[in-house]
């Protein structure tokens, strides 16, 4: 694990206000800390540097591991997936509740890799949703 001097961490915890910014819970909302993520893994050769760094929930963080692209299954190219320091959410992705739907080819990967709509997370964004916690 690289070590990420706590300056840079809160830096990215500040820019993300707090969020996983691939499906958006909250850090309070969730029983295991929020991690910093290589946007682009360094298996990959990407950098410790706040343009490459986002915050990520666990499981957001675990299911994305060291990928960065997936095939869309409707166009069969190769895609990248959301990138937070690059990309804009609302361009790429849309609330419908607490499923989230994707607008675009970088939507569709970055969903089906992170698992955003695994019944459990749905599960547990509508009980935020009900409590006024979510987005």
Not at 26 to 38: A, G, K, N, P, Y
Not at 62 to 68: L, P, Q
């Amino acid at each position: 694990m690289t070590y990420i001097p706590e300056s840079l961490r809160r830096q990215v915890i500040e820019k993300a206000n707090q969020r996983c910014e691939y499906c958006l819970v909250h850090q309070q909302d969730t029983l295991f800390v929020h991690e910093i993520d290589h946007i682009i893994p360094e298996k990959h050769r990407g950098e410790t540097v706040e343009s490459n760094l986002c915050l990520a929930c666990f499981d957001c963080n675990r299911f994305k591991g060291s990928d960065f692209a997936s095939f869309d299954p409707l166009n069969k190219q190769v895609t990248l997936l959301y990138h937070p320091r690059k990309d804009v959410w609302k361009d790429h992705f849309e609330l419908n509740g607490p499923t989230i739907i994707p607008r675009t080819a970088v939507g569709r990967v970055t969903i089906f890799v992170l698992k955003l709509n695994l019944s459990h997370r749905l599960f547990e964004r509508q009980a935020l949703i009900e409590v006024g916690r979510y987005p």
